[in-house]
């Protein structure tokens, strides 16, 4: 599925060009490992293939899953990983940090980077 924006807002084409998730969203990322972001009410969330929410809206920002794990942020500076319900994949949250989608991440704590 494809990403597309209507005067509705954003959601999702199919092959054909129907609408298999309609346009409901604020702005919609495109599909990885099943998932996409999308935002409501200017927050972020997850939503599966059928248009279910797989992770509620909640979030200041996201990232695409890659290898099961997303980078998401709940306010400026304030990151974390979680797993594919939503649930945090690491103890901690991050001053800065990287996704996994170019390979290995880090993630920073003050000065100190890993």
């Not at 304030?78 to 170019?102: M, S």
């Amino acid at each position: 599925m494809a990403a597309a924006t209507s005067s509705s807002g954003w959601g999702y084409l199919d092959t054909q060009g129907h609408w298999a998730i309609p346009p409901e969203f604020e702005l919609a990322d495109d599909f990885s490992e099943g998932l996409a972001a999308v935002r409501s009410k200017s927050k972020w969330g997850y939503v599966d293939r059928y248009g279910s929410v797989a992770v509620p809206e909640q979030f200041y920002w996201t990232e695409a899953f890659s290898g099961g794990i997303a980078l998401v942020a709940e306010a400026p500076g304030w990151f974390r990983y979680i797993d594919r319900q939503g649930a945090p994949a690491f103890e901690g949250v991050f001053d800065g940090a990287a996704g996994f989608r170019l390979g290995p991440a880090h993630a920073c704590r003050g000065q100190e980077c890993a």
